[in-house]
Antibody
Framework: EVQLVQSGAEVKKPGESLKISCQGSGYSFTTYWIGWVRQMPGKGLEWMGIIYPGDSDTKYRPSFQGQVTISADKSISTAYLQWSSLKASDTAMYYC?????????????????WGQGTLVTVSS | EIVLTQSPATLSLSPGERATLSCRASQSVSSYLAWYQQKPGQAPRLLIYDASNRATGIPARFSGSGSGTDFTLTISSLEPEDFAVYYCQQRSGWPPGVTFGQGTKLEIK
């Protein structure tokens, strides 16, 4: 069974750094892209970007480029989302996501698997 | 960036009724559109991909149609568990240009 297990909720102050994680299991971690989706309180879903863990190639949605860093450590099947200086507007639920089970099929570009979400709260 | 506009924002219906949700793209996305369902406190789940293909385990009462810029999600006969928020998503701009619609809340009348 494919599982994406995310790290726990975080409470941070503006200006602090943060790195949240997403560990994949039940599949070959390097075969499938991992992405991140933001959901601000009471709002909709926003695509942030993806990483291909096999070669660490990353693709960011333009509005998130330079605001966050996506990385992965394939030796421990874990992807990360990090901030160097948090803002109050970064307060949100962050989901790690993965594509379909047939990695070469076009439908693999949709989100078939979701982590449980990590709630990040940034407040002074 | 391709903008997806969903309508209506809120849809109030009763169990057993038919639900029709709309998603319009600012430019053609071919058939590269998916629908997701999100219940309170839960992660979303994939319902429909490539406009009309049901994902694994999705009941037959859910169907999708459309191509180009206009898409529809239809729930033929609402069950109590179907009341949730629904999002459309396009992958025409894969991967950096993937976008979601703003969501339609399907509520019990």
């Amino acid at each position: 069974e494919v599982q994406l297990v995310q790290s726990g909720a975080e409470v941070k102050k503006p200006g602090e750094s943060l790195k949240i994680s997403c560990q994949g299991s039940g599949y070959s971690f390097t075969t499938y892209w991992i992405g991140w989706v933001r959901q601000m309180p009471g709002k909709g879903l926003e695509w942030m970007g993806i990483i291909y863990p096999g070669d660490s190639d990353t693709k960011y949605r333009p509005s998130f480029q330079g605001q966050v860093t996506i990385s992965a450590d394939k030796s421990i099947s874990t992807a990360y989302l990090q901030w160097s200086s948090l803002k109050a507007s970064d307060t949100a639920m962050y989901y790690c996501v993965r594509g379909g089970d047939q990695p070469l099929a076009p439908s693999a570009e949709y989100v078939h698997h979701w982590g449980q979400g990590t709630l990040v709260t940034v407040s002074s | 960036e391709i903008v997806l506009t969903q309508s209506p924002a809120t849809l109030s219906l009763s169990p057993g009724e038919r639900a029709t949700l709309s998603c319009r793209a600012s430019q053609s996305v071919s058939s590269y559109l998916a629908w997701y369902q999100q219940k309170p406190g839960q992660a979303p789940r994939l319902l429909i991909y490539d406009a009309s293909n049901r994902a694994t385990g999705i009941p037959a009462r859910f169907s999708g149609s459309g191509s180009g810029t206009d898409f529809t999600l239809t729930i033929s006969s609402l069950e109590p568990e179907d009341f949730a928020v629904y999002y459309c998503q396009q992958r025409s701009g894969w991967p950096p240009g993937v976008t979601f619609g703003q969501g339609t809340k399907l509520e019990i009348k």
